[in-house]
């Protein structure tokens, strides 16, 4: 992100659109991330101007992740394509118990798009980072002809580092060790499809986009090396997330229905459009394998942190060949609780 | 949610099932089909076989209209789709249907094909409305349930005058498709479908009402008891046969009271008869060819008829051969039983009709209740 102190009339950032200038590298593109995103990130790495950003890391071994986010609608309620970037990957650094420590970020822009949403989009991500206390230290801007992309995609990649001692990972689930869910599921993907403007429900729900290192570090602080792995059900849900740990792990998975937190809001609308919020994404919960012994200091360490408050212990990992994930249902009868087969809903993060 | 959870709620499914457990005979086999996939669907999303005893046991029924129809009119749909001026529309869960030559409608629409997803008739309308040069036409499949509705959005094409609308009528009927299942002519080396009595369909029933099964409960001496969606329906009604069958008795009777009449809604009949008529016969996937089981639009109507419109001469096209989906349809195998069965057949990738919709009897098991084959064939290795 080069920006030079050149004198040039302000954007018209109430009025004014991209256009292909404000990704050609000249002074309209210098502008733009100035006047734009420099203005929403400010801090000193970024300020310096260069095409990269110089740092010193703390010791231990280093976490990083990329995610791109193509969402539609851009804004949600409970959050804006901005604030998901930033809480999404810092949720995927954060799930190897990482602290995380700076952002980069890549805007693709759709000529056209309003300058004052774009404007929006990186105050909410500039906010967002502030909230998380890390920096957006390095970034790209292109624009694409109108009908090349929608609106805005956003790609952001993250690093953190992980304290010595600890070692989470996918394959590290065993039977009899005990699974522990952050709190209600499938707010994200609810909120979002209400936006979507051939559905046309309403409804209160938020998405639960957020970051939940802080989260990850009262977690670790408690319970530390008993913790086998974390993971965020993003897309896919929470079913997707058993399946992928019971096939990376070799293991499978017992969990019990009535003990999921499921808004009733959320349930109303998944009955409405024939969804199982098992399979609905999030984007501010997480779950945790832990060993058997560390289950009560653990969700004593997660009720204790408001993105915990509802944190409940949900089943086990199993002896299982086939891997399967079962569940026994709330009306006391077995099922599978399966990867979502055929359509997912379009474009959720 | 009120007016659901009351419906799920376990500890009352607990205590029924004892009293089942305690009814029914020991020594004495109960066979039930539930005839819809919305009972399928809730039989195993609930995991309810594993609140009845051993020797009461659900065949899954033919009742899913996706399944059912056949892969020759994907086809004609799909022909329909690939003209540069039509632009259909069809509910979502048809997309992935495979059709013939590997081709499907969520392919044609990749390979240019207009086709779009509408989540009732009356988008379709709109979308007719809103864009007068395309000749929108509405696949309309499903059993009574969803018949009045595509009656309405043709009334409404006819009031507003709209000359670039029609629909392609796939409309089929319970009774006839139930009386086929009884009906139907002993396999070699399976022998006769056992079904000693139905789970009758619930939304289909709130329009057709209770009367229409009285003829085929009474000459086949088969008990009926139409049940809503929910799982504490279909508990009940479970139980309701066994009464039934331990009386000798084999009469209609009536769960889902809430939501169905002995007459059914009579206004959306008259609907339905003011635009549709019987067709001479229709071809069901699994079933074969089932005579007066179909629903075409009447003369007066003409004009609105995709298929007149279009000229439409639907080719018949075989199912793969090791498909079992016309044995399990009729009951008279298990969906494990069938070797494409998680092989070559999943939802992903379905074969042949009970995978193609969530609903469906293949698709129901390998979603929610796979997990019992392997504890079944342990437990028979171990007995053995």
Known sequence: ?349 | MRYIDEYRDGALARAIAVTIAREAVPDRRYQFMEFCGGHTHAISRYGIEDLLPANIQMVHGPGCPVCVLPVGRIDDAIRMAMRPEVTLCTYADLLRVPASGDTSLLKARAAGADIRMVYSTLDAIRLAEAEPDREVVFFAIGFETTTPPTAIAIRQARKKRLTNFSVFCNHVLTPPAIRAILDSPEVPGLGRVRVDGFVGPAHVSTVIGTLPYDSVAAEFEKPVVIAGFEPLDVVQAILMLVRQMNEGRHDVENQYIRAVTAQGNLIAQREIAEIFEVRASFEWRGLGELPASALRFRESYADLDAERRFVIETIPAADNPACECATILRGLKKPAQCKLFGTLCSPETPMGPCMVSPEGACAAHWTYGRFRDKAKIDAEKAIA
């Not at chain 1, 018209?12 to 002074?27: C, E, I, K, T, W």
């Not at chain 1, 791109?68 to 970037?85: E, H, K």
């Not at chain 1, 650094?93 to 309003?114: D, K, N, T």
Request: net charge negative; glycine share 12%; proline share 5%.
């Open chain 1, 1 to 349: 992100m080069t920006a030079s102190r050149l004198r040039t009339r302000k954007l018209d950032l109430r009025s004014g659109r991209v256009d292909l200038s404000h990704g050609a590298g000249g002074r309209a593109m210098t502008q733009l991330i100035k006047d734009v995103f420099l203005e929403a990130f400010t801090n000193p790495l970024l300020d310096q101007g260069n095409d990269q950003a110089a740092f010193n890391v703390p010791g231990g071994r280093m976490v990083m992740s990329t995610d791109a986010y193509v969402i539609s609608p851009l804004f949600f309620p409970g959050g804006d394509i901005g604030s998901l970037a930033v809480h999404g990957t810092i949720n995927d650094v954060a799930m190897a118990g990482a602290r995380p420590l700076h952002l980069a970020v890549s805007f693709i822009l759709e000529e056209g798009f309003p300058l004052a949403d774009l404007q929006k989009i990186a105050n909410s991500m500039g906010n967002a980072a502030r909230d998380a206390k890390i920096t957006i230290v390095t970034g790209d801007t292109k624009v694409v002809e109108r009908g090349k992309a929608d609106g805005v995609f956003i790609s952001t990649t993250g690093i953190g580092v992980v304290p010595p001692g600890l070692d989470l990972s996918g394959d590290r689930a065993r039977p009899g060790d005990q699974v522990i869910l952050s709190g209600s599921i499938g707010d994200h993907g609810v909120a979002v499809m209400s936006k979507r403007s051939n559905l046309g429900f309403e409804t209160e729900i938020q998405s639960d986009s957020a970051a939940l290192h802080e989260l990850v570090f009262a977690m670790v602080d408690a319970v530390g090396p008993s913790l086998r792995l974390m993971r965020d059900p993003t897309r896919g849900g929470l079913a997707a997330t058993l399946n992928e740990i019971s096939q990376q792990s070799g293991v499978g998975f017992s969990i019990n229905e009535s003990t999921i937190p499921v808004r009733p809001e959320v349930a109303a609308a998944c009955e409405l459009l024939g969804l199982d919020p098992l399979n609905v994404a999030n984007e501010g919960k997480l779950i945790a394998v832990v060993a058997p012994e560390a289950v009560e200091a653990l969700l004593a360490a997660m009720r204790g942190h408001p993105l915990g408050r509802d944190a409940a212990l949900i089943g086990a990992a199993t002896q299982d060949d086939q891997h399967f994930v079962q569940m026994t249902t709330s009306f006391g009868g077995g099922r599978i609780v399966d990867w979502l087969s055929g359509e997912q809903l379009p474009r959720i993060c």
